[in-house]
């Protein structure tokens, strides 16, 4: 591969999708021909992607994307590195785009109102009155999260409905400000959130890469899960010196590389004994 930096980008939309099955062919064929690499989920609820390549294939995966209506002006995180992130090219069929399993959540119809990151920056630097709530998975709060925030400790993020039935009952009245990576989980999150009585619910606005993208980072400690071969970015969205154990996927962080209880392609501190 050349020097040309390979651009990430992600984006994703809630929207129905009735024709699910028949956009796969192309959008796999299209992506191929324009060496692109990552993964696309279709369900019948909308469209999430994450690819990586050339500059001038992600235009034209753009383009192609916009030659739907639908698909307009998805706002997308983008991302640079030096060399390509992603294994294959998947394109998947989906029931959900972000698994949860409650049918009855669908953020096309009824989300919480999202804040800029710019906003948000203000609340935490004037240190307003907020309940700052992580939607993301363990190991991903495990790299890194803002100061103060309220961790669930989901396994999955199927198990957010139920975590949040533990917070206190005050919670219910309280300024709330929930994130994710990209934003898509909070789509979902917040409307349980909102379900569940919680009165006063926001979502961040591009997640946590967009809050890197448009502010300093600051507030934020450690760095940021990725799900593709950087394993984790830092407030620049440069990549970190996080590796990743291909035996649970769990992210390693230099000192748990070299730990005994850690071999290249079996084990690490956190499945040694269990796979």
């Known amino acids: 591969m050349n020097s040309e930096k390979i651009v990430n980008i992600a984006g994703y939309r809630f929207i129905d999708l009735c024709d699910r099955d028949e956009l796969r062919q192309p959008?796999?064929?299209?992506c191929e021909q324009l060496e692109l690499k990552g993964t696309i989920l279709l369900s019948p609820n909308g469209i999430n992607f994450s690819l990586a390549g050339k500059q001038g294939s992600i235009n034209s995966y753009i383009e192609f994307l916009e030659s739907d209506k639908r698909f307009v002006g998805i706002p997308l995180k983008i991302t640079y590195n030096d060399y390509q992130p992603f294994r294959r090219m998947l394109v998947r069929l989906k029931?959900?785009?972000?698994?949860?399993?409650m049918d009855e959540i669908r953020p096309l119809d009824f989300t919480a109102p999202k804040i800029k990151p710019s906003e948000f920056k203000e609340i935490l630097d004037n240190e307003e009155e907020v309940i700052v709530i992580d939607t993301r998975n363990d190991y991903e709060t495990r790299v890194g999260l803002f100061k103060n925030a309220v961790d669930l400790n989901l396994e999955t993020f199927?198990?957010?409905?139920?975590?949040?039935?533990?917070?206190p009952s005050e919670y219910k009245k309280k300024s709330i400000v929930m994130y994710c990576t990209g934003g898509?989980?909070?789509e979902k999150a917040s409307a349980v959130m909102l379900k569940e009585g919680f009165?006063?619910?926001?979502?961040?606005?591009?997640?946590?890469?967009?809050?890197?993208?448009?502010?300093d980072g600051s507030h934020w400690e450690g760095d940021c899960f990725v799900f593709d071969d950087r394993v984790a970015v830092d407030t620049k969205l440069n990549e970190t010196e996080y590796a990743m154990c291909f035996a649970c996927r769990e992210p390693l962080t230099t000192e748990e590389l070299n730990s005994p209880n850690y071999?290249?392609?079996?084990y690490c501190p956190y499945c040694v004994g269990k796979i």
């Open 95 to 101: 029931k959900e785009i972000i698994a949860l399993g």
């Open 27 to 30: 959008f796999l064929a299209t």
């Open 199 to 215: 009165q006063n619910v926001k979502q961040l606005e591009g997640g946590i890469l967009g809050y890197f993208d448009e502010t």
């Open 184 to 186: 898509i989980r909070c």
């Open 263 to 266: 071999k290249i392609g079996e």
């Open 158 to 167: 199927k198990d957010f409905p139920e975590a949040i039935k533990e917070l």
